[in-house]
């Protein structure tokens, strides 16, 4: 039997403070952490590094506990900080290679190319990371990035839905969205186009950058 990809401790951390910060009831936390089979990290975060942490299936659990335990609003919060502040904190620990690869060809080509590069690599880094497959192709002039298996709603597909167009992955749009300004330099704008909770015979969860689209906040 292969064995399931664990995601690293830095991911975990993230989500962890992010949500710690955004409510002054300790028990909020803690209740996202045992609904989730975590209770291992009740007053115990994980450290900020890249050791295996937790399985795919408790990120996904402890993703959709967050949903359950908090109203839609302050889960959208804590997901689009969670997004935000994973890549912040990326390029500041180079946690992951594609940082150091694309400061090598900084001044190399047309900001669109350089923040293909920047994509495309970065979405290697993460399927290798995560183990969930990260895609990123072009189409025309246009960006798309897909998450196969997307890990960020999978504990909502079975919810009843009765909203026909669902933003619910709102880590990886804060993310992108983060790594596309910082490749360019400019401001860019990410939605998710198509979820898996609104289509689910599909197994990815795609996302769009709208080029020189840039919005002060979107949830």
């Excluded at 300790?26 to 291992?40: F, H, K, T, Y």
């Excluded at 990123?136 to 026909?164: K, V």
């Excluded at 898996?196 to 949830?219: A, E």
């Amino acid at each position: 039997m292969i064995e399931e990809k664990r995601i690293p401790a830095f991911i975990v951390r993230i989500s962890y403070d992010i949500i710690a910060e955004e409510t002054p009831n300790v028990e909020a936390l803690n209740r996202v952490l045992s609904l989730a089979g975590l209770d291992r990290y009740i007053d115990h975060p994980p450290p900020m590094d890249n050791s295996p942490a937790i399985s795919q299936h408790e990120f996904e659990k402890m993703i959709g506990m967050v949903w359950q335990v908090f109203d839609d609003i302050q889960a959208r919060e804590i997901f689009r900080r969670t997004g935000e502040r994973g890549f912040e904190d990326l390029t500041r620990s180079g946690a992951l290679a594609f940082t150091q690869f694309l400061r090598a060809f900084d001044g190399l080509g047309t900001k669109r190319e350089r923040a293909a590069m920047a994509l495309s690599r970065l979405t290697d880094e993460l399927s290798r990371a995560m183990g969930y497959q990260h895609v990123f192709r072009r189409e025309g002039e246009d960006f798309l990035l897909d998450i196969h298996q997307c890990p960020y709603c999978a504990e909502l597909l079975h919810r009843p839905n009765a909203t026909p167009i669902a933003h619910f992955c709102h880590v990886p749009t804060a993310f992108y969205e983060a790594a596309i300004n910082w490749a360019s330099g400019d401001p860019h704008t990410v939605q998710e186009i198509s979820c898996r909770v609104t289509s689910p015979d599909q197994d990815y969860c795609r996302f769009k950058v709208f080029w020189n689209v840039g919005l002060k906040r979107k949830v």
